[in-house]
């Protein structure tokens, strides 16, 4: 019963829930932060819902090692974690560290990892690859009352 990444996607209660997440990261502000988080099965309803961690700092996120692939009970479908930082010190897509916690720790990170920065959303998959999703804006389906 796993989820593409796309699958995940499409699921419209994910994408809201990660839009609030690239919304609370404050791209483009002097304080912005990183969020992130897991993708699970919900234990009882069974459906693929949004588990926020608490916020990172400015430029970095920390996500719990979960060994037996489960975040509090239950089955980690994916993660993620916003890149909210701009301007030509920063790099929006997927950094080395970020590509080595996917392949070291696959158990923790589930079998996607997004990367959603604010102008493109990235997928790191357990072997390493890294695809271009697309459009943060239209991968999320942000319009521009979500903006504002």
């Known amino acids: 019963m796993e989820n593409s990444a796309e699958q995940l996607f499409e699921d419209s209660a994910i994408r809201r829930a990660l839009r609030d997440a690239l919304l609370e990261s404050r791209s ?46 239950e089955q980690i479908l994916g993660s993620f974690h916003t890149h909210p930082n701009t301007g030509p010190e920063w ?12 392949t070291e720790y696959p158990e923790t990170i589930g079998p996607w990892h997004f990367v959603i920065g604010p102008v493109r959303t990235y997928c ?5 690859t890294v695809k271009v999703l ?10 521009s009352e979500d903006q504002s």
């Open 124 to 128: 790191i998959g357990n072997d390493g």
């Open 134 to 143: 697309g459009v943060t804006d239209d991968v999320l389906q942000i319009d």
């Open 28 to 73: 483009g502000t002097k304080q912005p932060i990183e969020q992130g988080g897991f993708i699970v099965r919900d234990a009882s309803t069974l459906r693929p819902v949004v588990r926020r961690l608490s916020a990172g700092l400015a430029d970095s996120f920390q996500i719990p090692l979960c060994p037996d692939g489960q975040f509090r009970g």
């Open 91 to 102: 790099q929006e897509e997927p950094s080395r560290q970020d590509i080595r916690l996917v």
